[in-house]
């Protein structure tokens, strides 16, 4: 289920001005604990990402690798997938260049949970490609100016210590006309399924996760994490102030995820 782009402005809680996981007092603690976090469920995250979500987190990439299959085409582009995990989304745009038949960019996986990365390396192993993980601070990244055509994040974007400073960041990477597409869960304000879903992400979720990857905090986090986070709405605007142009998003799954594009 596709959302007209920029439907509705409900009102919406004050969000967070970055991620604040249980017992983290400022940035820094955020970082720490959302790495050593993701860290600990790493094995079984790929499993239960699918699992939970019925294998819809699949469609979702694919979704967002058709956006930019022009990008995915030119030999020479660069693409950076930020908070990439265990690089599902980078191995997205992999196979959309390869289902196109072009001389692909060069992809670029950042992580800074090394368990994770270990992952997304061992994976890209079996399939050889143009991929480069690398391990990566998305509020500090060891890249120069204007180097990117592409800059995404999926799913990790929430789980920054400041959303402003990786909005900057993100901007500062981004050559002229380069696109930046951020996928993240948002909580469904209407619909006839959207008390359903409230009611799975925040009581069976949790549950489900938790026992099975082994950490109930983690798996805890994550509706906590979606809640305070701002609404398509608020983080629409937050992108604009932060200098980007032709900011749109649409929301999909009958507004589970929302999907943010723009261009420098």
Not at 15 to 29: H, K, Y
Not at 73 to 93: I, M
Request: net charge positive; glycine share 8%.
């Amino acid at each position: 289920m596709v959302r007209a782009i920029g439907e509705s402005r409900a009102p919406h809680r004050n969000p967070l001005p970055g991620t604040r996981p249980e017992g983290s007092r400022d940035e820094r603690e955020a970082g720490l604990r959302v790495r050593e976090m993701f860290g600990c469920i790493a094995p079984r995250y790929d499993f239960l990402n699918h699992f939970l979500s019925a294998s819809f987190d699949k469609l979702w990439r694919k979704r967002t690798a058709r956006r930019f299959s022009a990008i995915l085409q030119n030999p020479d582009a660069r693409v950076l997938d930020l908070c990439c995990g265990t690089g599902d989304l980078v191995f997205a745009f992999a196979a959309e260049n390869r289902k196109i038949r072009a001389a692909g960019p060069q992809l670029i996986g950042a992580d800074f949970a090394l368990p994770m990365l270990k992952l997304a390396r061992q994976k890209n192993a079996a399939v050889p490609s143009k991929i480069t993980f690398l391990a990566a601070d998305a509020l500090a990244l060891p890249f120069p100016d204007v180097s990117f055509d592409l800059i995404s994040a999926a799913f990790g974007f929430r789980n920054l210590a400041s959303y402003q400073s990786g909005l900057r960041e993100m901007l500062r990477l981004l050559r002229p006309g380069g696109a930046l597409a951020i996928l993240e869960f948002c909580e469904p304000k209407s619909g006839p399924l959207a008390a359903l879903f409230r009611f799975y992400f925040t009581r069976i979720l949790p549950v489900l996760g938790g026992a099975i990857s082994g950490n109930k905090e983690a798996y805890s986090y994550l509706p906590g994490s979606v809640e305070k986070f701002p609404s398509p709405e608020i983080l629409k605007d937050w992108m604009e102030q932060a200098g980007f142009r032709d900011v749109k998003y649409e929301c999909w799954t009958f507004g589970a995820v929302a999907l943010h594009t723009a261009t420098r």
